[in-house]
């Protein structure tokens, strides 16, 4: 039987895998668990992977060349997640394995997650709980609505799209920027970064992490919005400049919104989630059993797939996937898709 490794570590399982997928990935292959509370470092990873034919990696789970290398029985790298990008697939190509990704099951969550933030941020929620917390009830101050606001969504993949329809939902002029056409609809139009930075009250950052997206909101970004703008970011941490961020901050920003940054597991830097003017959370926007199972079951499926002989959906380096043939249902194909 097909012997499957699943990196994920045990505090996150539940979260990030949960026991539906589990039960499904023990009807079709032998399963092990990584049992550790922690992300297993390379060597204790290649240990754990002595005897298996396949590896389920949780989204922390880097996929270097010595991994390839040391592991000859690994045949698939099946990543929980769509981000891949520290998975050496050039490299795993070169060793015959194969690399998959699982696709976006969070539009939903994430996207109900930034209209919530923009409705803390204007209306000052978390930082009323806060302090009746702590014993120290704020004076109530005038707050902000949603409805007649603009918000600027900078990026328009499914999340950015799915944002607009909510923002325009709740009675929002919708401004996008993104390089490909956007076709207006109602309040939404497509504008050049300069006016959207220049006309949002709520600025959301949705982009592609990419080279020349790095550090997209700098210091000239935060210049260019309105004073008293609020900032939202659901995307990736480098994609901003965090010392120009919380210069920002001391400054005439409004205020922040982060689910992401650059502390491990691109969850929000300390230095900016304790700036009194951040609402910030642990990278959780698309943390919802639906989003979750979504990924889990979908790199179970890719799994049932390839024990039938089929090069399964996600798929990212199919011709490169020589390794497969040691799987019986490959073993007799000469498809150029294993090799």
Known sequence: ???????????????????????????????????TPHELPLPALVDALDGCDALIAYRGTPGPE???????????????????????VPAAGRHGVLVTQASAGFVA??????????????????????????????APFMGRQLRGATVGVVGYGQIGKAVCDLA?????????????????????RQVALPELLQDSDYVVCLAPAKPETHHLFNADTFAAMRPGSFFINAA????????????????????????VGMAPDQMPSL???????????PHIGGLTPPA??????????????????????????????????????????????AG
Request: glycine share 6%; aromatic share 6%; with cysteine.
């Open 1 to 35: 039987m097909t012997t499957v490794f699943v990196s994920h570590p045990q505090d996150k399982f539940e979260h990030y895998f949960g026991q539906r997928a589990l039960s499904a990935l023990r009807d079709v292959a032998d399963v092990r668990l990584n049992e």
């Open 66 to 88: 010595t991994l390839f290398a040391q592991c000859p029985r690994l045949a698939a790298f099946l990543r929980c997640a769509i981000d891949i990008r520290t998975v050496d």
């Open 109 to 138: 969550a994430v996207a109900e997650w930034v209209i919530a933030a923009m409705i803390d941020l204007g209306r000052g929620i978390s930082r009323y709980a806060a302090a009746y917390h702590a014993g120290w009830p704020l």
């Open 168 to 188: 325009q939902a709740c009675g929002m002029t919708v401004l996008v920027t993104t390089p490909e056409p956007v076709a207006a609809h109602g309040s939404r």
């Open 236 to 259: 990736r941490g480098e994609l901003v400049d965090e010392a120009a961020l919380l210069q920002a901050l001391d400054g005439p920003l409004g205020g922040a919104a982060l689910d």
């Open 271 to 281: 230095r900016l989630a304790s700036h009194p003017k951040v609402v910030a959370t």
């Open 292 to 337: 979750v199972e979504h990924q889990s079951m979908e790199t179970v499926t890719q799994l049932t797939a390839l024990l039938r002989g089929e090069i399964p959906t996600g798929a990212v380096n199919a011709p490169d996937a020589r390794r497969l043939r040691q799987w019986p249902a490959f073993a007799d194909t000469a498809d150029s898709t």
